[in-house]
């Protein structure tokens, strides 16, 4: 979603780097890029030129003038007035007093409110350890119920309905009651939608409010709207007192100006983002990480937190000792393969770390090449999987035909697997100085330059533990070529 305006502030670095003061004159040049790049990104006009005037007034106070480096003194000055404009602090749900807490879901028709439901109740549940209770009170779209009730069923989350023919209102108020009595610690409202600002649903929205007197009303909105989604959430905010903003479709080509705009339009918080279709695409809002991952500095701690969710830490404990005696197989390759799967896409993954993802930006990512991968492995015998070195020129005619690949393929895989198995193996014995960013992770070659950060710790992020290496090439042959070569599927 920051692409756009991630490369203009690396751009504006550049113009600073070397600098020895920050000056008027030079602090123009870097943000010149950057004024565009908000504007063009659909940034609200104001917010634009406010934030624009704040980066001016901090990066020519005192203390940055005394800076040993000016580039890095920018972008942290950037990074500070970023902070700010997307609401300075992580803010989070409101807290019942006593009784359930009732949070009340409104928002534009297709912005993806009811999804978003089932979205939060998934994420109360399995990071908050809630007990929720889900609301179908979007009487307006057809099938909008039906299709609460089937989100409820794959989460096993209870859905409560009422088919009587009440009004939302009182639909509302019944599933409050109902929660009430069955000792549900949260309630979820899906409340109706409307392509657009419309009297009568405000007015009903406002009784469902007043009857059910939510503890915080939760305004979706679609960030591929752009300013059109700021408008809509000030004119909801005058007519409902709204505890936060939720930004869906994150992922998609929008160019950021809600996210960018919101905060400072309507004064209120944006709390999760919605980052893709699946229910657990759902992730909380925290405006230092967010800025870090528009300026290029990664994410890690979201990524590290992503990745204690999905990997068991004691398996992972077990085959990194396998892996430092060379004992690695196929087997072990395929569980690896199925927690990287399991991170989410492969660009979104690595896009966390620093300086990454402006490296990733003109690759193109296959993440169908895992479910070759996988196929592949899927067809080789239990005793094939485990000895590796029997699989001969027959065996992997009969592997290529199994999993519809060509032999070149099989081929690629097993020379891959071989070649991490004699670095880890090297590894163990304290050769390479410790592996580079992802180098020999899950068979994608070594990522040198600016793709060879800190490893992530784990089997299956380039070696256990944090380390990493230098982020020097550590063999002679091109790393980024090969692994760009392998996400595309490419022969080498």
């Known amino acids: 979603m920051f692409d756009l305006l991630s490369g203009a502030l690396n751009k504006a670095y550049r113009a600073i780097v070397g600098q020895k003061v920050l000056t008027e004159a030079n602090v123009e040049d870097g943000i010149r890029a950057v004024r565009q790049a908000l504007l063009e990104a659909d940034v609200n006009f104001a917010v634009a030129r406010d934030f624009i005037e704040d980066v001016k007034q901090r990066a020519l106070g005192q203390d940055v003038l005394k800076a040993v480096d000016p580039g890095q003194q920018f972008i942290k000055v950037v990074h500070d007035a970023l902070t700010a404009l997307l609401g300075g602090e992580k803010v989070g749900l409101p807290v019942a007093p006593q009784g359930p807490l009732v949070l009340m879901l409104a928002g534009l028709q297709g912005s993806g409110k009811t999804t978003t439901c089932g979205k939060l109740a998934r994420w109360l549940k399995e990071e908050k350890k809630k007990n929720p209770l889900l609301v179908a009170a979007d009487l307006q779209r057809p099938a909008a119920v039906d299709q609460l009730a089937t989100l409820g069923k794959q989460l096993g989350i209870e859905v409560f309905t009422d088919r009587s023919g009440a009004a ?134 979201s990524l590290v937190e992503k990745a204690q969710s999905v990997i068991d830490e004691k398996q992972a404990e077990k085959e990194a000792k396998r892996l430092l005696k060379g004992q690695f197989d196929f087997e072990d390759f395929l569980r690896q393969v199925g927690m990287l799967k399991r991170l989410g896409p492969l660009k979104k993954v690595l896009g966390m770390l620093p300086g990454v993802g402006q490296a990733l930006k003109e690759i193109d990512f296959d993440d169908k090449r895992f479910k070759r991968v996988e196929a592949m492995i899927q067809s080789m015998t239990v005793k094939e999987r485990r000895h590796p070195d029997i699989i001969d020129i027959e065996r992997r005619r009969r592997i290529a035909k199994g999993s519809g690949n ?87």
């Open 406 to 492: 060509e032999l070149q393929a099989v081929h690629e895989l097993i020379k891959q697997f071989k070649t991490m198995q004699k670095m880890m193996s090297q590894l163990g014995k304290g050769g390479f100085g410790g592996l580079a960013g992802l180098g020999g992770a899950g068979g994608f070659g070594d990522l040198p330059g600016p793709m060879g950060g800190p490893g992530l710790g784990g089997p299956g992020f380039g070696g256990p533990g944090s380390g990493g290496g230098s982020g020097k090439p550590q063999r002679p042959q091109s790393g980024n070529d090969a692994f760009r070569d392998f996400m595309r599927g490419r022969k080498r």
């Open 168 to 301: 939302a209102p009182e639909v509302c108020v019944r599933g409050v009651e109902h929660a009430k009595r069955l000792m549900h610690d949260v309630v979820i409202l899906d409340t109706a939608g409307r392509l657009h600002i419309d009297d009568e649903l405000m007015a009903e929205l406002a009784d469902v409010q007043a009857r059910t007197k939510p503890h915080g009303v939760l305004l979706v909105c679609d960030a591929m709207l752009g300013q059109d989604a700021v408008n809509s959430a000030k004119v909801f905010h005058e007519r409902l007192p709204i505890w936060g903003v939720v930004l869906t479709k994150t992922d998609g080509d929008a160019r950021g100006g809600a996210a960018l705009s919101i905060k400072k339009v309507t004064g209120r918080p944006i709390l999760f983002c919605g980052s893709g279709e699946k229910l657990d695409d759902l992730e909380e809002f925290d405006p230092p990480r967010m800025a870090g991952r528009i300026l290029g500095m990664g994410d890690v701690v």
